[in-house]
């Protein structure tokens, strides 16, 4: 293995890159992140020496998507919304109250887990 150095003032610095491409990680991908660096520090170390790390969080956040959107359909069924046409803000409410209590479940099992 050949490496190349860079000089910046009187020291050399080696050209080191982390193998991986750029990937898009999203609001959960990002909180599971911060969880990593605060709280697993270990884990979040090896991961990013590894390479892994960008390709871990862009799985969880598509595996937290994915939950909350199955979670959420399941809860509509067990607890139907208003009728959408009249009463919107009714249904919206709902809604939202079921899409939050799903993201909570999604944030306990995948994110800080």
Not at 2 to 24: A, C, V
Not at 57 to 66: F, G, P, S
Request: aromatic fraction near 6%; charge should be neutral; charged fraction near 25%.
């Amino acid at each position: 293995m050949e490496l190349t150095y860079t000089q910046q003032g009187d020291y050399l610095i080696p050209d080191l890159m982390l193998p991986g491409e750029e990937t898009f990680i999203g609001k959960h991908g990002m909180l599971r992140k911060t969880y990593l660096k605060n709280h697993r520090k270990g884990m979040y170390a090896s991961l990013m020496l590894s390479g892994k790390l960008n390709s871990h969080l862009a799985e969880i956040d598509r595996t937290a998507k994915e939950r909350i959107e199955q979670i959420t359909k399941k809860m509509v069924m067990c607890n139907p919304a208003p009728d959408k046409t009249t009463d919107p803000l009714g249904w919206t409410g709902h809604m939202n109250s079921l899409r939050h209590s799903a993201e909570e479940t999604v944030l306990a099992e995948l994110i800080y887990n």
